[in-house]
């Protein structure tokens, strides 16, 4: 029984949840709930009202394997974060493939070239998700074509230097409103006296501040606390090969490898020799080999290293 989803931002080895969920990219997390809900209801033996015994089976089965693992990328606030970075870091990649990017579905080229697409891209993916989960026929045809409307969604959005839009948080919420836009333009009228400058340290100093307080927290397996330390020790800091380094064995932790690998191969282009990154990428190869050989648990190195469900 496959479950193989081939088209959008499955052809990038990452398992678009939202579009298996039937639900935008920005969409809130109560909605999220109330979606999978629905579905549930429709696909679980209990309650599936497919006419056929193979039918109710599949659907059984599609529940389990893939809708409720989509569901759980959502149910925890930190597995909502780790979620969103990755799908920031897919929409970069989009972006800069964009030149070998497919588009078959008559919505998704409409998205293309909608002008206002992001009103444009919610009306597609809402239409979608009313038939996704009536037929068995229809529901992995749907996940297809509403995950090529994200693909495109998320080309548009780094267009216009906005970046992938987290869950939860509004598609709008980025572009700011003409009065804030007349307020920032508007001269002060008054000459206040200008406080002295605050003491600032220097960027290296503050970076390897953000880098210890990250080493206490991983030591505490407190990774996801780490995480946020590191995140604004690279902000400070792009090239720190340290940062990344101990980013990428954090994603390490939390069976991330994509994420993981990311962060390596930053490190290792500031610095070829920085010894944590060298550490994570032999993780990562000792792990690839496990997998090949088949020495580990099914199917949890194959979702590790971006496999697709079947």
Not at 150 to 165: D, H, I, Q, S
Not at 209 to 225: L, N, T
């Amino acid at each position: 029984m496959s479950f193989e989803m081939t088209k959008g931002l499955f052809k990038y080895d990452f398992t678009d949840q939202h579009a298996i969920l039937g639900i935008p990219l920005d969409a809130e997390f109560n909605d999220i709930r109330k979606r999978y809900m629905k579905i549930a209801r429709r696909l679980h033996s209990d309650t599936c009202s497919f006419e056929s015994q193979a039918d109710k089976d599949w659907a059984n089965q599609f529940l389990s394997k893939v809708v409720n693992p989509a569901y759980n990328k959502f149910s925890k606030e930190s597995d909502r974060k780790e979620y969103s970075l990755l799908l920031a870091a897919i929409g970069k990649r989009v972006a800069k493939e964009q030149a070998k990017m497919q588009i078959e579905s008559e919505a998704a080229k409409q998205l293309a070239t909608a002008k206002d697409w992001e009103e444009a891209y919610k009306t597609a993916v809402s239409k979608l998700a009313l038939k996704q989960y009536e037929s068995v026929k229809e529901t992995q045809e749907a996940i297809n074509q509403i995950s090529e409307l994200n693909m495109v969604y998320l080309l548009r959005k780094e267009r216009m230097g906005g970046g992938a839009v987290a869950p939860g948080s509004s598609a709008k919420a980025t572009t700011a409103t003409s009065t804030e836009k007349t307020a920032a333009a508007t001269p002060a009228t008054a000459n206040p006296v200008s406080p002295p400058p605050p003491k600032v340290e220097p960027p290296n100093v503050q970076t390897e501040a953000y880098c210890r307080r990250a080493q206490g927290f991983m030591d505490s397996k407190s990774y996801a606390k780490a995480i946020l330390e590191l995140k604004e020790a690279v902000k400070r800091d792009p090239k720190h090969s340290k940062s990344h380094a101990l980013l990428a064995m954090c994603y390490v932790e939390q069976n991330q490898a994509t994420m993981a690998k990311l962060e390596m191969n930053k490190a290792l282009a500031s610095n070829p020799e920085e010894p944590t990154a060298l550490e994570v990428k032999k993780k990562l190869e000792q792990a690839s080999a496990k997998t090949k050989k088949g020495d580990d648990k099914p199917g949890f190195f194959a979702s590790l290293f971006g496999g697709k469900k079947k």
